[in-house]
C-alpha cells in the first residue's frame, strides 16, 4: 500500500489552476479583440449579444489551447515529481507516532518526507532545532553564537551561514546531510534516474513524427474528407497532437528539473521511517496545538515545536526568524557600508 505526505507545496496546485486558468482567460480575450473586429467585419447584418459571444470564443479557443496545453504541460511534469517524491510504501500502516525523532537533524526529515529540501521552512527548523540543543540563542530578536561548543563539520557549516549568510555554506550543510542519509541506509541514488540526453533525444524524436502525422492529418482532412463530423474528428485528432508535441517540447525544457529532483529514492529503511514522520505529521495536525504557537515557546516543545515547522504546521515561526534574518543581514550591510565610508 502506498501513501503520501501531506504537503502544502503540492496540495496548492488546485489553487494555482484557478488563478492560472483565469489569468490564460482574460489574456486570451484581450489578445482576440483584434481578430473579433476583423471577423464581425465580414457579417453584414446585425449583431446580436449571441453571435458576438461566439465570435469571441471561437478567437480565443486557439489561444485558450496553446496558453493550456503550455501550463499544464509544466503543471503535469512537476507535479509527478512531486507526487513520487512524496509517496512512500506503507510498512506497519500506523496512523499517529508521537515520540521524538531521535538522531534526525530538520534537514534529513525534510529529505525523508519528500527528498529534497524547501530552504525556507527547514532553514528556520534547523534555527530551532540548534537552539534547542544550545548551540546557539535567540535573544532580543537577535541570533546568539555560544563559544565552546563542539561542532562536527556539518554543524558548522549551518552556524558558519548563519553568521555570514554566504549560501555556499548552506549548500554545503544540504549536501552533507543527503550524503549522511546515504550513510545511514536511509536514501540511496536513484537507479531508475531519467537521463537527461536519452530523454531529449526520444522527445525530439516523438516531436519530429508527431509533426509529420499533423501535416498529414490536415492534408488529408482538407482533400479527402467531406463529411463534416469526421472533419471535426480530425480537427480534434490534430489539437491532441499539438498539445502532445508542446508537452513534448516542455518535457526538453524540464529535463534538468526532472533530473535535479530524481536523484534519490528511499531504501526499504527509509521508507520505514517516512511512514513514522507522516504518523508524527498527523499526530502534530490532529492533536498539537502548533498553527500559532511562537518560538518563545520552544522550552516548552523543544523538539515537537521543530518537527511543526519543518511539517508545515506552523507558519508564524517561519515569519518572525525571518524578519530576524533579514534585519541581521540588513545590519550587516550597513556595517560594510560604514566600514567603506571610513
Known sequence: MKKRVKSKSYNRWIMIDIVVVVVIIILAYFQSMGDVKEELSYYTGEISTLLYIGVVLFCMAPKIFLYSAYY???????????RRNLTYTVVEDIPYYREVLEGFTPYEISILAN?????????VATILWYQNKKVIDIDHEKIIFFDNVLLDERD????????????GYLEAYKNCSFEELKRKGYIQDNEERPNPFKETLKSIGFIFLSGILVVLLVLFNVFFVKSILFKIFLILAVLSLEAFIVFK?????LSGYVYQNSRFS????GEE??????ALQNFIHDFGNFKHT??????LWEDFLTYAVVLEENDKIIEEIEDILES?????????VKHLLD
Open 156 to 167: 558548522k557549516f549551518f552556524i558558519d551561514y548563519l553568521k555570514t549568510r554566504d549560501l
Open 273 to 278: 521511517k517516512t511512514e513514522y514522520i507522516h
Open 328 to 336: 541581521g543581514e540588513t545590519e550587516k550591510r550597513l556595517s560594510r
Open 266 to 269: 528511499r531504501t526499504s529503511l
Open 115 to 123: 527528498l529534497s529540501i524547501e530552504e525556507k521552512k527547514d532553514v
Open 72 to 82: 499544464f504541460g509544466v503543471r503535469l511534469v512537476i507535479k509527478r515529481v512531486q
Open 249 to 253: 517540447r516542455l518535457s526538453i525544457l
Open 294 to 299: 511562537s518560538k518563545e515557546q520552544l522550552v
